[in-house]
């Protein structure tokens, strides 16, 4: 009996050092080497400030920038420590207030939208967290950004060409956009205007 538990609490120790220290500890050796951009969070540097993360999104409300997906996390929009969606179904009185007062606040940016809104623009994903948009939802903004960044609209149409990123291996996903990357390459091309702020800001 006493020597059954010591090769089973043998075992349990053995396992516990295999599959909760060693284990880990080599896979994130590997990420760290062969992936290290990937492995500590694909984080965006600019200026040696971090200002994102490729994989979460952030909020931008500013008429010259892109404005991404809306995010349901709770307390604040975007809070990457409390990922989850508002689980509130198709008629649900607030989901349905929410998309109508999302619709008017991209009406009042800019009047003359087209009359059909990209669904990504004015519901959450169900990480709440998603950094992309449709390559139609950064359409849809490309007027509104031309104007408000003294730009030709074809500018920024090719901007969104050049950042739309296919399926994944051809077949998985959907075309998207990097919301935070196609931003900063809108700085790059044509600064601000005053009193708009850059997305590091």
Do not use: C
């Not at 952030?58 to 990922?83: E, L």
């Not at 990480?127 to 992309?132: A, C, E, K, V, Y």
């Not at 500018?155 to 399926?167: C, E, F, P, W």
């Not at 809108?186 to 997305?199: F, G, M, T, V, Y």
């Amino acid at each position: 009996m006493l020597q059954m538990l010591r090769q089973t609490l043998g075992v349990l120790i053995l396992l516990a050092v295999i599959t909760g220290l060693a284990y880990p500890l080599v896979i994130t050796g590997i990420a760290q080497v062969a992936f290290p951009h990937q492995a500590n969070g694909s984080l965006v540097v600019r200026g040696g400030k971090t200002i994102g993360s490729e994989l979460i999104g952030q909020p931008f409300t500013a008429a010259g920038y892109f404005w991404s997906r809306p995010s349901a996390t709770t307390p604040m929009p975007y809070n990457a420590a409390n990922s989850g969606g508002s689980n509130l179904g198709p008629l649900n009185p607030d989901l349905q207030k929410q998309v109508a007062d999302r619709v008017a606040a991209l009406r009042a940016a800019d009047p003359n939208a087209p009359a059909a809104v990209p669904v990504d623009l004015v519901t959450a994903s169900a990480s709440g967290l998603d950094p992309d948009i449709s390559p139609a939802a950064a359409l849809v903004q490309a007027p509104r950004i031309a104007k408000a960044r003294g730009l030709d609209e074809g500018q920024v149409r090719q901007l969104i060409d050049h950042h739309t990123q296919g399926r994944q291996l051809g077949v998985l996903g959907e075309p998207r956009v990097n919301v935070l990357a196609l931003n900063l390459a809108l700085d790059d091309l044509a600064p601000p205007r005053p009193p708009e702020s850059r997305p590091h800001d």
